[in-house]
């Protein structure tokens, strides 16, 4: 049994919860090894406190999640089953009455409630989210070698898109010069590349088009790579030719934000001071209206995962926690700037996983 795994069934047998449901990919792939994106097919790891767990995925993964290294029991199912009737037979062979569940209920849908309700009787359902959370939230060597990893590749990506940054290119061609080359590497985007050009970046999360390039432009690229199981998460805005004093001065303010929140970092500082000291930043700057987002995300098997890394968040920073610092100023019409680091909190303070500049980098 992993240690993962153990720290699971503890904290059943201390919460006295017969078996847990993991349902989401991502926390299936933490406890597992094992990754499957299986659409609208059941995907399931049910753990128990004195039972062998037991893996439910499509018939078409088994092998897959052998290869993965899972060596425990495995109920594979064709797509003329109904997995339910299965899983129910097995999971009674272990325990004929499950009394309570824990879930993920911030992913497990409701005809999957449904299912279970209706199959276990007298079943009562605990949130297992937090405890996922916890045990995901302090990255291990391993981990933190495969984010440093994709952190290498995601700097590629943004080298790759300022080399490709040219007038009369679109959005979507520099996207797809960045997707071309990462592919080449044998890797992949951990979420869809934004490449937002000049007022379009106003929009923190908008949609890249068919927009052109232009001289004095600023360019924003939002880019995440995925290695191994783990991702990275990037935002450098690039000046295309000259830019105004105005333009500039968004920059700079974003850049102090971002720098300082950075330096602030160490074990024992609340999330909620990085938040505030990036955002009285740029309040004092009289862009706070501007600064539309929280300062940043935890950052793993998941692009976004806990925790969230706002002005209101009591929560202390421990080492080996890894996460976002991304401080933006949007102004419709306008410009959009917003600079993203990946952080790794050390014992002794921060490290800078993301390499590319900072600096206010024109393109010629």
């Not at 997995?83 to 499950?98: D, F, G, H, T």
């Not at 539309?292 to 080492?319: A, Q, W």
Request: with cysteine; charged share 25%; hydrophobic share 40%.
């Amino acid at each position: 049994m992993n240690s993962r795994l153990e720290k699971l069934i503890s904290w059943l047998k201390d919460q006295q919860i017969d078996a847990a449901f993991i349902s989401s990919p991502d926390n299936v792939f933490y406890l597992t090894r094992f990754r499957c994106e299986p659409h609208e097919r059941l995907l399931g790891l049910v753990v128990f406190q004195d039972n062998e767990p037991l893996l439910i995925c499509p018939g078409m993964e088994v092998d897959d999640a052998k290869s993965s290294g899972w060596d425990k029991e495995i109920l594979g199912y064709s797509d003329s089953d109904n997995p339910w009737n299965l899983a129910e037979e097995r999971i009674k062979a272990r325990i004929p009455k499950v009394q309570s569940w824990a879930v993920e209920k911030d992913h497990l849908n409701v005809s999957r409630y449904e299912e279970l309700a209706n199959r276990f009787e007298y079943t009562h359902f605990v949130n297992a989210d937090h405890i996922l959370n916890e045990l995901r939230l302090v990255k291990d060597e391993q981990e933190v070698a495969a984010i440093k990893k994709a952190c290498e590749l995601v700097d590629f990506a943004v080298e790759v898109g300022a080399n490709e940054l040219a007038e009369g290119k679109t959005e979507l061609d520099i996207i797809a010069a960045i997707e071309y080359e990462i592919k080449k590497k044998s890797a992949g985007m951990s979420f869809d590349p934004l490449v937002l050009a000049g007022a379009n970046a106003a929009s923190p999360h908008g949609i890249p088009g068919l927009t052109k390039i232009e001289r004095g432009q600023l360019v924003l690229m939002d880019l995440g790579v995925i290695y191994n199981g783990y991702c990275s998460d990037i935002t450098r805005t690039l000046a295309f030719g000259e830019i105004s004093n105005r333009q500039k001065e968004i920059y700079d303010t974003v850049l102090k934000a971002e720098e300082a929140a950075v330096k602030l970092t160490k074990p024992g500082i609340r999330a909620k001071e990085l938040d505030q000291t990036a955002r009285n930043i740029i309040r004092d700057a009289g862009f706070g209206e501007y600064f539309t987002h929280r300062l940043g995300h935890g950052l793993g098997i998941s692009v976004h995962e806990f925790p969230s890394l706002t002005e209101t968040n009591e929560m202390k920073l421990e080492t080996g926690m890894v996460f976002t610092i991304e401080p933006g100023i949007y102004i419709p019409g306008v410009a959009g700037v917003r600079i993203e680091d990946d952080v790794l909190v050390t014992e002794n303070g921060v490290e800078v996983l993301t390499q590319y500049p900072k600096t206010l980098q024109i393109i010629e």
